[in-house]
C-alpha cells in the first residue's frame, strides 16, 4: 500500500510506522534471559483474566483471535483457547514463544514484529504471510514497550487485521513516560506509557469505541519493580 493509499484510507502517517526506531533486540534478549521467571513475578493477574474473560465470552463461538505480545502464552492465550477460539500469538522473543508453545499447544505462534502487521506489512493485510483477518486482538502490557511514537501506528495497525466491528483488550500501565528505561528482574527494558485520559484519546483516535475499562493497583512479586496502576481497556473497531 502506498503512502497515498494509506491516507485515503484514513491512516494519515500509517507508511511512516516502518521508518520509526524499530530496533528491539534488546527487548527480545532480555525476555529470552527472563523465561518463565516472568510468570513468578506476575503471579496474580486479574485484570488479564478480567479482561480476557470479557473478549472469550464477547466473540462469537469459535473466533480467531490474535494475541499480541503473547509471553508464555498464560493466563490469556490458554484461557481464550479453553473458551473454544481460535488464538494465534505473536512475539519478539524466542524464548517467550517456546514457553507459550509449551503451555498451549493449541495455539499457533509466530515470531513476528508488530510492525510487520501493518497493511502491506509482510504478516499484514495484503502481505505474502498475512495473518489476519481477526474477530478479537489481545495486546497485554506488549505496547507499553514501545516508544510513544510508535503507539498511534500500533493501534492503526491492529485497527487494520480487525473485522469491522472486532473487539480489542488493551492492558497498560499508567504512567507518564517515554521509552523510559527500568530494571525488571534482573534486565533492562524500556517501557512508555500514557496517563488514563491521554491513553483514552489515543485509543479513540485510532480507530476504536472504548465500551469498558477497568484499572488495578499491582505490585509485582519483585523487589525491583515499583507497584503499578494497570489500565485495561474493553475497546470495538469502528468502521
Not at 499480541?68 to 477460539?85: F, S
Not at 516508544?147 to 504512567?175: C, D, F, K, N, S
Request: aromatic fraction near 8%.
Amino acid at each position: 500500500m502506498s503512502g497515498e493509499d494509506a491516507c485515503e484510507d484514513g491512516y494519515e502517517g500509517y507508511e511512516d510506522f516502518d521508518r520509526l526506531a524499530l530496533d528491539r533486540s534488546g527487548q527480545a534478549e532480555a525476555f529470552d534471559a527472563i523465561g518463565d521467571r516472568l510468570d513468578d513475578a506476575f503471579p496474580h493477574k486479574e485484570g488479564q483474566m478480567v479482561a480476557g474473560r470479557w473478549l472469550a465470552e464477547t466473540l462469537p463461538p469459535g473466533s480467531r483471535v490474535l494475541d499480541v505480545g503473547c509471553g508464555t502464552g498464560v493466563p490469556t492465550a490458554r484461557q481464550l483457547t479453553d473458551a473454544g477460539h481460535t488464538v494465534v500469538g505473536i512475539d519478539i522473543s524466542q524464548g517467550m514463544l517456546k514457553l507459550a508453545r509449551d503451555n498451549v499447544p493449541e495455539a499457533t505462534f509466530h515470531h513476528v514484529d508488530i510492525v510487520d502487521l501493518r497493511v502491506g506489512g509482510r504478516y499484514g493485510p495484503g502481505g505474502p504471510l498475512e495473518l489476519g483477518p481477526f474477530d478479537g486482538v489481545t495486546a497485554n502490557f506488549s505496547l507499553l514497550l514501545l516508544p510513544r511514537p510508535e503507539i498511534p501506528y500500533a493501534l492503526r495497525t491492529l485497527h487494520a487485521v480487525l473485522r469491522p466491528g472486532g473487539l480489542l483488550t488493551l492492558g497498560m500501565v499508567e504512567a507518564d513516560i517515554d521509552d523510559f528505561p527500568i530494571p525488571f528482574l534482573g534486565h533492562s527494558v524500556r517501557v512508555s506509557g500514557y496517563l488514563r485520559d491521554e491513553l483514552r484519546q489515543v485509543v479513540r483516535d485510532a480507530g476504536f469505541e472504548i465500551t469498558g475499562e477497568d484499572s488495578y493497583s499491582y505490585a509485582p512479586a519483585s523487589t525491583d519493580v515499583p507497584p503499578e496502576i494497570q489500565l485495561f481497556l474493553n475497546c470495538r473497531r469502528r468502521a
